[in-house]
């Protein structure tokens, strides 16, 4: 069985915000961390697919997540 392990890092202004409203999507498989001015999410899985979906869907929660903290953290 093949493991696949990726992990998306991005920069932002705030970081910590943005990665608090990450971790409510999390599912077993990812774990979501701040770094310095930085989110990292990594992924773990056995299926290339479900891992395609997951950064979709990781990427799609984290813009609503940036916009949301750029107007709560002003």
Do not use: W
């Amino acid at each position: 069985m093949i493991k696949i392990t990726g992990t998306v890092t991005t920069f932002h202004k705030y970081p910590e915000c943005i990665s608090e409203a990450l971790k409510a999507d999390n599912l077993l498989s990812m774990t979501t961390e701040t770094g310095e001015n930085c989110v990292i999410c990594t992924i773990n899985g056995d299926k290339l697919r479900s891992i395609i979906a997951s950064v979709d869907d990781y990427l799609m929660n984290l813009s609503v997540a940036e916009e949301i903290c750029s107007y709560v953290s002003h």
